[in-house]
């Protein structure tokens, strides 16, 4: 699956898409904004590309291996509920 736009936001530093692909963390949730690597980082910002094709490989699964899952509260599933805490460790 290619990465999707999931999402047009906009706040005071301008607009932005959140782009969707395959989850790596599929037990955890069943979609996953696509995070770039960051040695792919300027080649996806950098002037030069303009053919969406030629980003394709930009948008594979970050390893998973190279992130950490932390359970979270059930804050954060909430648009409403905004602060630090929401990233704090859940307590078990």
């Known amino acids: 699956m290619p990465a ?3 999402a047009e936001v906009f706040d ?3 607009l932005y898409s ?3 692909g ?3 963390a599929a037990p ?3 979609r996953m904004p696509v995070i770039l690597d ?3 980082e300027e080649f996806w910002l950098g002037p030069g590309c303009v053919a969406p094709i030629k980003v394709l490989p930009c948008q594979r699964p970050f390893p998973s291996e190279r992130m950490e899952a932390i359970p979270v509260s059930s804050l954060v ?3 409403d509920n ?6 704090e460790p859940a307590l078990a």
Do not use: A, M, Q, T
């Open 22 to 24: 395959h989850p790596n």
């Open 82 to 87: 905004e602060g630090p805490e929401l990233i």
């Open 77 to 79: 599933s909430s648009p």
């Open 12 to 14: 005071p530093s301008g």
């Open 4 to 6: 999707v736009v999931e």
């Open 18 to 20: 959140i782009l969707k």
């Open 38 to 40: 960051p040695d792919g």
């Open 28 to 30: 955890i949730h069943p």
